[in-house]
């Protein structure tokens, strides 16, 4: 941890690795197993690498949670906002994070997604699990992506807009669901 600012009442687990000059804000809490690159600024009250949530039933059909045993990987340059949550993956691998990626606060990234170089996500975004983000994707205030979407390079999601399907790159969606404008 060269040059880390940890500011009061943060909680680092142990096994976290950080780059140089990394910022986390009051109150957050970036769990065990956690990869933070270099230059990244995490705001107030955010997690880091906690349990997303995966249901299945069991054989008396009653709902049961499965416990998330992944990782996160933060690259490089990375801003990430206050109360923002980016959840650890599932099984194998990480919910990763490109770099130079700009992260708003209250954003909500579920387990194993992927979020390509340069990628920005407005205010309340929500990412459903093991949805993707190509690089330079631009995501507005509201919006959610549905579980195992790709969204390809260059592309812009309206505000409130709802992605339930692949997005072509450099495609404009807007509504509920979202439509390519472009087309």
Partial sequence: MKN???QK???????VIFGENVVVGNNTVIKSGSIIGDNVIIGACSVIGGNGFQLIKDKNDINMTIPHIGRVKIGNNVIIGDNSTISKSLFEG??????NTKIDNHVHIAHNCILGDNCVLAANC??????????NVWIAPNAAIMNKVVV???????ASSFVHKNVKPGSR???????NINE
Avoid at 9 to 15: C, K, L
Avoid at 94 to 99: A, D, E, L, Y
Avoid at 152 to 158: M, Y
């Fill in 94 to 99: 990480f919910t990763s994070i490109g770099n």
């Fill in 152 to 158: 390809g390079e260059n592309a812009f999601i309206g």
């Fill in 173 to 179: 969606m807007f509504g509920i669901p979202a439509i």
């Fill in 4 to 6: 880390a600012i940890i």
């Fill in 9 to 15: 009442g943060a909680v680092i687990e142990d096994g």
């Fill in 126 to 135: 929500t990412m459903f699990g093991s949805s993707e983000l190509k690089s």
